[in-house]
């Protein structure tokens, strides 16, 4: 039986039909609010040109101080959150805050679904830096037949963990009074998204159901859940196990002082591969001993063993998968040239993360054949045809 699902997703929809390249880099106009100008130039790379040519450096690390002293408390209480991973990006801003600047960071994480073991031992690095650290498991049965919910009607298992990921910290802040909640990079500059959201010190909680939520709020995704298939049921979880999932309302964080999701590389021209190799002299950051799946790199987003499914289902859904993300943002930094970044899409994009597809089927306790058809039921006729019985993008990258 082929799988069928509800109408949950409101961004496979909104798709443009026609498939389009950005001519400077390897991304393309099927990812969700990315925008592209009269010359074909996404708004990532119109971004990057921003940051090279118009942006005063040194006069939005003098907007950074101004912000920091603003917060910075003289008591020895924590006067910042930097949600944290122990992955590069994030460790970079946690050790800038506090090394460079002075402040005193709590950072907090929210546990990936599975932790792999290099993900886990870069947390810990991070941690011995110099920081004391909240970590937040949510229970993990519900959180299962949650990701299971995802994946099948968003596409996206690992959309538990950016609901999480976005909520949690600001409970704390709430909670703690730490108003100051400081993110690394702003995905609608950094990824090509929103122009009109790119050049913003902070992203209010008012923009984050449709910028990382896919349009869809928990409640709705839990009432679906719990009417819809056997995915939920009320003995699956009690209201504490709800809350991290959802970010405290609107009301109380203002109530709180909390702004909203303070953007690092807003003040800071951000450069992954630097924070890298600032990581790995600072933090005592790992890169993976082996490639990841999917792409070419070493060192992006290696902490949990269920995030390449998400990678591939979004190639699945936009054509645009894991090997493109690291690729633009090396051609947008002058790394590699545009016919490098195809070279390599050519031999990785879209690759099948099987180093932990096993794991991916029991944690969401489904069977491979079910798997594959919910694969198959977010290919978009404008993406994708069959080609001697093979699934080929029509329109690849080139
Ligand atoms: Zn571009």
């Not at 408390?73 to 949600?83: A, E, H």
């Not at 810990?124 to 949650?146: A, D, E, H």
């Not at 298992?157 to 409970?171: D, N």
């Not at 951000?270 to 600032?278: A, C, D, G, R, S």
Request: contains cysteine; negative net charge.
């Amino acid at each position: 039986m082929t799988f069928q699902r509800g109408n949950l997703e409101r961004q496979v929809p909104n798709l443009p039909k026609e498939v389009k390249w950005c001519k400077r880099c390897v991304i393309s106009n099927q990812r969700p609010r990315i925008f592209f100008n009269e010359e074909g130039i996404c708004s990532g790379c119109q971004n990057t040109d921003y940051k090279n040519n118009d942006v005063d450096w040194d006069q939005r690390e003098q907007e950074l101080v101004q912000l920091l002293d603003k917060h910075r408390r003289n008591d020895g209480y924590w006067d910042v959150i930097v949600p944290s991973s122990g992955g590069k990006d994030s460790g970079f801003v946690a050790h800038q805050l506090r090394y460079k600047y002075g402040m005193n960071p709590l950072t907090v994480t929210w546990a990936p679904l599975a932790y792999t073991d290099i993900g886990w031992q870069n947390l810990q690095s991070n941690i011995n830096t110099g920081f004391t650290n909240m970590l937040c498991t949510p229970n993990g049965r519900f959180q299962r037949k949650l990701a299971r919910l995802c994946f099948e009607e968003l596409g996206d298992a690992f959309h538990v963990f950016v609901m999480g990921q976005v909520s949690y910290p600001f409970h704390l802040a709430v909670k703690l009074g730490i108003p100051l909640v400081f993110y690394g990079e702003n995905g609608e500059a950094e990824y090509a998204g929103d122009p009109n959201f790119a050049d913003k010190p902070y992203k209010p909680s008012e923009e984050w159901v449709n910028q990382h939520f896919k349009g869809v709020t928990f409640r709705e995704l839990l009432e679906y859940g719990l009417k819809n298939k056997d995915y939920l049921s009320e003995d699956d979880y009690a209201q504490s196990d709800l809350i991290f999932y959802e970010p405290p309302s609107v009301a109380e964080l203002e109530k709180a002082g909390i702004l909203g999701k303070h953007f690092f590389s807003y003040y800071h021209k951000w450069i992954p591969q630097e924070n890298y190799y600032y990581c790995v002299e600072n933090t005592a950051f790992k890169p993976n001993p082996m490639r990841t799946e999917g792409t070419y790199s070493k060192y992006a987003s290696l902490d949990d063993k269920m995030d390449g499914f998400h990678y591939y289902l979004r190639y699945i859904k936009f054509g645009l998968g894991r090997c493109m993300e690291d690729a633009t943002h090396e051609i947008r930094d002058g790394h590699l040239t545009r016919e490098e970044g195809i070279a390599l899409m050519k031999r990785y994009e879209g690759e099948f993360p099987q180093r932990y597809f096993k794991e991916f089927l029991e944690y969401l306790d489904i069977t491979e054949e079910h798997f594959w058809d919910v694969v198959d039921s977010w290919r978009a006729e404008h993406l994708w045809h069959k080609v001697e019985g093979e699934w080929k993008l029509k329109y690849p990258v080139e």
